[in-house]
Every structure is written in C-alpha cells, then in structure tokens.
C-alpha cells in the first residue's frame, strides 16, 4: 500500500506515519511544516513533500500513484480559529477541496480524514454518538464540519471510500506545549518547571481523553477493513475529571504534594465530555487499549527527554 499522510510532520501525523511504516505501507508525507516538525521525521524512511495543501499543483504531485489519503493537515484548535477564522477556513475547507480534487484526478479511492469532536458544539447527551446534533462553536468546527461535508459529497459522486474519524482529546508521544496547546502538554511544562497546574472551574468537568496510538489504530483499521462511507467517533470511550488528570500528571512525576491552583471557569467551556465509540467498535473493531495512567508516564517520559534534546 502506498500511503500520502498530510500532516504527517505533526503530533498526529507522526505518530500514525510510523505506524503505518512499521506496517509496511509505504509513506509520502505533504506538510507545510507550519506546526509540524522536521525531528518527528528524522531517520523514518519517507518521502517528505514540503508545501502547502492549498498548493493544487503540488497536491496534484503528492497524490500520484497513492492507493490511500491520511488527510490531517490543517489549521488546528478553537482559539486560533477565533483569532484567524479566515486561515482556518481556507487551510481546513479550501484544503479538503484541493485534496478531493486531486485524489480524483488520481484514482485514488480510498482517503481517511482527520475531524474533531469540534464539529459538535454544545453537548447535549453523553456519551456522544455520531448523531449527535452538530452545531459548532467555533469557526474551527464550521471548518472541519465542512470539510467532512465536501469529503462524503465528493466520496458519493466520484466512488471514493470516505471515512471521517471525529478524534476527542488526543494525547501522547510528539505532542509539544504550544500557545494554543492541549491541556496535557501544558500540564507537562508546568510541573517540569516547578509551576503550580492552574485548574479552571472547580476541576470536576470530565474529558475524553485518547492515546494516539489508539488513534493511529483507528486510522489503520479504517483503511484497511473494508466498510462504505462514514464518520466515526473515536475516543477512549471513557473520561476523568480534569482533577484526576492532574493528580495522575503529578503521580507520573513522582509528585505526591498537590501544586493546583484553581481560576474562574472559562466561558463556553462544557462540562462533561465521552465519546460514544460504539460504531467505530462494531464496524472497524476499534478496541482502544492504553490505560491513561499508563499512557501518562510514557507522555512524561518522552516530554523530559524533549526538553532536554530542545535545551
Ligand atoms: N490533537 C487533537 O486532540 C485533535 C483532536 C481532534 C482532531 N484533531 C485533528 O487531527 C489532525 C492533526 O492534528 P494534530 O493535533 O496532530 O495537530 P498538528 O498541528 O501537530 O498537525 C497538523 C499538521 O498539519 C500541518 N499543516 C498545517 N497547515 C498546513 C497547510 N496549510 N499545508 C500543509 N500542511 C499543513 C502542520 O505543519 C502539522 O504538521 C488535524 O486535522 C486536527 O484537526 C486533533
């Protein structure tokens, strides 16, 4: 299988790069490298293509002779899509468009995308099933629904197998603090720094959190059992309060004292989380498997060794 990973110089993409690799699918990766990064490449036997996915020509050039698209490049998170709704809308929507396009022009049949739990809004039910009204908050939502929108239309009108796999929160190996980061990274830089870990809200809101070995299973699973078009959620199928994943954060670090801090609850923020992983179980055999204890300690593992490389 010949494989092109958009994307695949990020958290996500690397990760799943090298799963795909020790699968033996041969990889080509097409990332801008505008969050991405070189060293989550380094020594992995790929063809890396650096360019833009709004780049047609070029995304016409990566998608020749590939059996199956990973599309995961985008501009990522609520909060920057508040602050650039228009570079969020061109990279996520626009994006997409350019890649169907190519995709088709390749015969290539089969593309797995990467959506978010983003695309639900308010959460009205738990645990959320794919039905769930969507009704996002954010122009990074509208974004990554549309795109799920373009993929299934196009998919429907060319012969082409989509697959939209919504990820929860996704944590694990590669995953750098950043301004816009998730909370696990910032937990992480925090306590390396002998920083208290700033809790908003009384901690007791829940969360979905999902390995990204999981994650890079579920991409996996869907490129390779055969199934038709669809979206899928893809979470751990459980949640923690944000209290617990401080308390198993610090237990990782051999820390026994709390250092919290608590502050106002953000606006907007909902309080209960927990994907329903139901379909993605019974049509792909989806069966996330790390512990997120366990998932921890090899989170922090890696996040010392990094800043120690970055240092
Ligand atoms: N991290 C999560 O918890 C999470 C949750 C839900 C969905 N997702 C989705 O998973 C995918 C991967 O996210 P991630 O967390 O690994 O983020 P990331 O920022 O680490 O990865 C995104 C990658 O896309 C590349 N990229 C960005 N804009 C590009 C462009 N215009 N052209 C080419 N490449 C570009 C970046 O350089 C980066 O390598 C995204 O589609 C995101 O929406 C992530």
């Given at each position: 299988?010949r ?12 990760n ?5 690799l020790?699968?033996?699918?041969e990889?080509r990766v ?10 989550n490449l380094q ?6 293509v ?6 047609q ?10 059996d199956i698209?990973?599309h995961l490049?985008?501009?990522?998170g ?18 997409m468009?350019?890649l169907?396009?190519a995709a ?5 049949c089969?593309?797995?995308y990467?959506?978010?739990a983003?695309i ?10 794919e039905?769930h009204?969507?009704n996002?908050n ?25 697959s ?6 996704v944590?694990?190996l590669n ?12 937990f ?6 002998g ?6 809200g ?7 959190f999902?390995h990204?070995?999981?994650v890079?299973?579920?991409n996996y699973l ?14 751990s ?14 237990e990782s670090?051999?820390?026994t004292?709390?250092?919290?801090e608590y502050?106002?609850p ?12 139901g ?7 989806f ?8 998932g ?6 890696w ?9």
């Amino acid at each position: 299988m010949r494989a092109l990973v958009t994307g695949g110089a990020g958290f996500i993409g690397s990760n799943l790069v090298q799963f795909l690799l020790y699968k033996g699918v041969e990889v080509r990766v097409l990332d801008n490298l505008s969050t991405g990064y070189r060293i989550n490449l380094q020594h992995l036997p790929i063809d890396l293509v650096e360019g833009d996915i709004r780049d047609q020509d070029l995304v016409q050039q990566a998608c020749r002779n590939i059996d199956i698209i990973f599309h995961l490049a985008a501009s990522v998170g609520n909060l920057k899509s508040l602050n650039n709704p228009v570079e969020d809308a061109q990279v996520n929507i626009l994006g997409m468009v350019n890649l169907v396009e190519a995709a088709r022009k390749n015969q290539v049949c089969n593309i797995i995308y990467s959506s978010s739990a983003a695309i639900f809004g308010e959460l009205l039910t738990m645990p959320i099933d794919e039905n769930h009204p969507q009704n996002p908050n954010s122009p990074y939502g509208v974004s990554k629904l549309a795109a799920e929108k373009y993929l299934l239309c196009f998919a429907k009108l060319h012969g082409i197998t989509a697959s939209c796999l919504r990820y929860f929160n996704v944590y694990g190996l590669n995953q750098r603090y950043d301004a816009y980061g998730n909370v696990i990274p910032i937990f992480a830089q925090r306590l390396i720094t002998g920083a208290p870990l700033t809790i908003y809200g009384d901690g007791a809101q829940t969360r979905d959190f999902v390995h990204v070995k999981d994650v890079a299973m579920a991409n996996y699973l869907a490129a390779t059992i055969p199934h038709t078009s669809g979206v899928y959620n893809i979470g751990s199928g459980t949640s923690i309060t944000i209290n617990e994943l401080a308390h198993f954060i610090q237990e990782s670090c051999g820390i026994t004292a709390s250092a919290v801090e608590y502050a106002p609850p953000r606006p907007g923020e909902v309080r209960h989380c927990r994907a329903g992983i139901g379909k993605a179980r019974s049509i792909l055999g989806f069966n996330p498997d790390t512990n997120i204890q366990d998932g921890l300690n090899s989170y922090m593992r890696w996040f010392k060794t990094s800043m120690q490389i970055a240092a």
